[in-house]
């Protein structure tokens, strides 16, 4: 998984709790992504980042927030946890700088709210 | 609005066949076009990429066209074995360098029938 680790892999909490995810590399990679992957749906990015404090929105950002306080971590913020946000979390990393596009993805967590 | 649309019921090809997989999308003039594979349970896995320049892309035995006037992209397993069988993603890039991110399509589901 090119050195991507995600944390908690599992999680069940309840509606209206905060809830964090966390994202963790290893490769020192400029730019890092949180997507959702939902049935019929596909993967839809939230938020991505590129470069410590420099974040921004992407499809389905509405009750998510991000921070990345240092290269190598990227925090998905659930405020309050609502039922249309059980899904699967994929966080990537891309390494622009180097001429590659390509996204690397971490092995997901699967976050269910009751 | 902009859309990928790639075969959403499952392919199924006999061991050996090539698998021809299809990647059409609308309202885009993407600078690159990926194609990703995911296996049950895991993060999508880079497989190839194609540059709007580019007509065609291999490696080993895949293959990737792209007709940007068309707009659709064919993924191409030669010799397809067991092993192959996964789900496939197309995904675009939002701006040159996909640094923003990538949309995907759903992924068409391919089985390799022994």
């Known amino acids: 998984d090119a050195g991507i680790t995600q944390s908690p892999r599992h999680k069940v909490t309840e509606t209206g709790t905060p809830v964090t995810l966390r994202c963790h590399q290893t490769e020192n990679h400029r730019y890092m992504y949180w997507y959702r992957q939902d049935p019929g749906h596909g993967l839809r990015l939230i938020h991505y980042?590129?470069?410590?404090?420099?974040?921004d929105k992407g499809e389905v950002s509405d009750g998510y927030s991000v921070s990345r306080s240092k290269t190598e971590d990227f925090l998905l913020t659930l405020e309050s946890a609502t039922s249309s946000q059980t899904s699967v979390y994929f966080c990537?990393?891309?390494?622009?700088?180097?001429?590659?596009?390509?996204?690397?993805f971490g092995p997901g967590t699967r976050l269910t709210v009751t | 609005s902009q859309k990928i649309e790639q075969n959403s019921e499952a392919l199924n090809i006999q061991e050996g066949k090539t698998a021809t997989l299809t990647c059409n999308y609308t309202n885009y003039s993407p600078a690159y076009l990926q194609w990703y594979r995911q296996d049950p349970g895991r993060g999508p896995v880079f497989l190839l990429l194609?540059?709007?320049?580019?007509k065609e892309k291999r490696k080993e035995r895949l293959k990737v066209t792209f007709d940007t006037t068309l707009k659709q992209s064919l993924f191409h397993i030669t010799a397809s074995q067991p092993a192959d069988s996964a789900t496939y993603l197309c995904?675009?890039?939002?701006?040159?360098?996909?640094?923003?991110?990538?949309?995907f399509g759903k992924g068409t589901h391919l089985i390799i029938q022994p």
């Open positions: 194609i540059r709007e320049n580019e």
């Open positions: 990537a990393i891309s390494a622009k700088d180097r001429a590659s596009y390509e996204q690397y």
């Open positions: 980042s590129y470069g410590v404090k420099d974040t």
């Open positions: 995904a675009l890039d939002h701006s040159g360098g996909g640094a923003d991110g990538l949309t």
